[in-house]
């Protein structure tokens, strides 16, 4: 029995699923082959996701190809009821609500895990964790799964490294029609509709301070520039500096950069990259967000000890007020922004994440059971496979190496 808000809003999310569906033509030509085939016939896939227009369809897919799916969220603030609501109305169970606290996540989880899955698609951990946690007598029955984001795969890889993974997972994040689209691209543009939609401001002219330079960092800062922003990258790693520096950025220290910014965005996976000494440093009305994982990149224990008061200024942004008048303004109370604060990626970019995600689980349905019990590698013809079609989803096309060529390039 699902657990969620409130039906009636289905109409609302249909509406929005409909219109991604339109754009998400890599996944329309998987489903066509996966209903002919049903390759997950009579399996249960749990999935802990970003409940939102684009997933939704996503596990519309894993339907046709015959599982049973249940979904739970992977972040408490990034379930969008509407859809959560119209994927109920099309007999999906769901346990989710945008704004659950700590105990409504877990309790979400656990309540789809209850359904005993075949098959895992995870975003972030959570759900992998929480099996392993306190579900270990479901082990046994996983065939395996896949972990979506960099944070997940991170977290599988200690678990893997101490030797209590339970079944083998792909990595998806590091496939790459994954990173290279997804983190960069996806990540790059929608944290800039998500920061321009809830605030109303200009960019062009701003100080933008960006910590982490890899796939989500690179992308957030790219898309910075192009809208007219100086760009200061904090890293801790000096070879990803000296390429945000050679690739025109500032290479700064976030003690540097803390009194310099007009809009700071984390994205390094890592925990307290804005704390109480930067906060004490900052210009009255900077906006502070976050593109990480977890909300645990800006300190909020230290903003609010910094605090006389916190008041809600627009939605999704609230005002951190110090002794001194000045306002920090947190948005989407730090959590991942492009979706506490917006609609996530735009669909063309998931339609390929969700292509490799369904390619996985089909083949952890179908080949699971001789893998080793270790974080995968995304095979390198599923790569191809969504690049491809993606690429002539765009209209775009590539050159064939001739057979001479081939054998000059040794392959
Ligand atoms: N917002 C989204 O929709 C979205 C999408 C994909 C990934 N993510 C998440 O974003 C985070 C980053 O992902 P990525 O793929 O860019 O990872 P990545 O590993 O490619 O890059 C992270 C970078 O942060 C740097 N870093 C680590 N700790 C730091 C610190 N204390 N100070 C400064 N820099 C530091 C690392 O050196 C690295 O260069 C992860 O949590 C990931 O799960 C979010």
Same mark, same amino acid.
């Given at each position: 029995?699902?657990?969620?808000?409130?039906?009636?809003?289905?109409?609302?999310?249909?509406?929005?699923?409909?219109?991604?569906?339109?754009?998400?033509?890599?996944?329309?030509?998987?489903?066509?082959?996966?209903?002919?085939?049903?390759?997950?016939?009579?399996?249960?896939?749990?999935?802990?996701?970003?409940?939102?227009?684009?997933?939704?369809?996503?596990?519309?897919?894993?339907?046709?190809?015959?599982?049973?799916?249940?979904?739970?969220?992977?972040?408490?603030?990034?379930?969008?009821? /509407?859809?959560?609501?119209?994927?109920?109305?099309?007999?999906?169970?769901?346990?989710?609500?945008?704004?659950?606290?700590?105990?409504?996540?877990?309790?979400?989880?656990?309540?789809?895990?209850?359904?005993?899955?075949?098959?895992?698609?995870?975003?972030?951990?959570?759900?992998?964790?929480?099996?392993?946690?306190?579900?270990?007598?479901?082990?046994?029955?996983?065939?395996?799964?896949?972990?979506?984001?960099?944070?997940?795969?991170?977290?599988?890889?200690?678990?893997?490294?101490?030797?209590?993974?339970?079944?083998?997972?792909?990595?998806?994040?590091?496939?790459?029609?994954?990173?290279?689209?997804?983190?960069?691209?996806?990540?790059?543009?929608?944290?800039?509709?998500?920061?321009?939609?809830?605030?109303?401001?200009?960019?062009?002219?701003?100080?933008?301070?960006?910590?982490?330079?890899?796939?989500? #960092?690179?992308?957030?800062?790219?898309?910075?520039?192009?809208?007219?922003?100086?760009?200061?990258?904090?890293? *801790?790693?000096?070879?990803?500096?000296?390429?945000?520096?050679?690739?025109?950025?500032?290479?700064?220290?976030?003690?540097?950069?803390?009194? *310099?910014?007009?809009?700071?965005?984390?994205?390094?996976?890592?925990?307290?990259?804005?704390?109480?000494?930067?906060?004490?440093?900052?210009?009255?009305?900077?906006?502070?967000?976050?593109?990480?994982?977890?909300?645990? /990149?800006?300190?909020?224990?230290?903003?609010?000890?910094?605090?006389?008061?916190?008041?809600?200024?627009?939605?999704?942004?609230?005002?951190?007020?110090?002794?001194?008048?000045?306002?920090?303004?947190?948005? #989407?109370?730090?959590?991942?922004?492009?979706?506490?604060?917006?609609?996530?990626?735009?669909?063309?970019?998931?339609?390929?994440?969700?292509?490799?995600?369904?390619?996985?689980?089909?083949?952890?349905?179908?080949? #699971?059971?001789?893998?080793?019990?270790?974080?995968?590698?995304?095979?390198?013809?599923?790569?191809?496979?969504?690049?491809?079609?993606?690429?002539?989803?765009? #209209?775009?096309?590539?050159?064939?190496?001739?057979?001479?060529?081939?054998?000059?390039?040794?392959?």
């Amino acid at each position: 029995m699902s657990s969620i808000r409130d039906i009636s809003l289905a109409p609302v999310g249909q509406q929005k699923m409909e219109w991604a569906w339109q754009y998400m033509k890599i996944l329309q030509s998987i489903q066509k082959e996966a209903e002919k085939e049903k390759p997950l016939d009579g399996l249960t896939l749990t999935v802990a996701i970003h409940i939102e227009a684009k997933t939704a369809n996503l596990c519309r897919v894993l339907r046709s190809a015959g599982a049973e799916v249940i979904l739970t969220g992977c972040n408490p603030l990034s379930t969008q009821d /509407e859809v959560v609501a119209a994927l109920v109305a099309d007999g999906f169970e769901v346990f989710a609500w945008r704004g659950a606290t700590a105990e409504e996540y877990e309790m979400h989880i656990e309540q789809a895990l209850s359904y005993r899955p075949h098959v895992i698609i995870d975003d972030g951990g959570d759900l992998v964790a929480m099996l392993h946690g306190n579900r270990p007598d479901l082990a046994a029955r996983v065939i395996g799964g896949c972990e979506e984001t960099t944070t997940g795969v991170m977290r599988l890889r200690i678990r893997e490294r101490e030797g209590t993974l339970a079944f083998p997972m792909y990595a998806v994040n590091d496939a790459r029609c994954k990173h290279l689209f997804d983190n960069r691209h996806g990540t790059g543009q929608s944290v800039w509709d998500a920061i321009m939609r809830n605030t109303n401001m200009i960019i062009a002219g701003k100080n933008v301070v960006v910590a982490g330079y890899g796939m989500c #960092g690179r992308g957030v800062a790219q898309k910075a520039r192009g809208l007219g922003a100086r760009v200061f990258i904090c890293e *801790v790693d000096p070879v990803r500096a000296l390429e945000a520096a050679m690739d025109g950025f500032f290479a700064v220290s976030m003690d540097e950069a803390a009194g *310099v910014g007009d809009i700071f965005i984390t994205a390094t996976g890592c925990k307290d990259i804005i704390r109480k000494e930067h906060l004490m440093k900052m210009k009255d009305g900077v906006l502070l967000c976050n593109a990480g994982h977890f909300d645990v /990149e800006i300190n909020k224990p230290d903003l609010y000890a910094l605090s006389k008061e916190v008041v809600k200024r627009r939605p999704n942004i609230e005002g951190f007020v110090l002794h001194d008048g000045r306002v920090l303004n947190l948005i #989407g109370e730090g959590r991942l922004v492009n979706l506490a604060a917006g609609d996530g990626h735009p669909i063309e970019i998931m339609d390929m994440s969700f292509a490799l995600q369904t390619l996985c689980a089909i083949d952890m349905a179908e080949n #699971g059971k001789g893998y080793a019990k270790k974080v995968l590698s995304v095979p390198a013809e599923m790569d191809t496979k969504v690049a491809r079609l993606a690429l002539s989803a765009m #209209g775009g096309s590539v050159d064939k190496l001739s057979p001479e060529q081939e054998k000059y390039m040794g392959k």
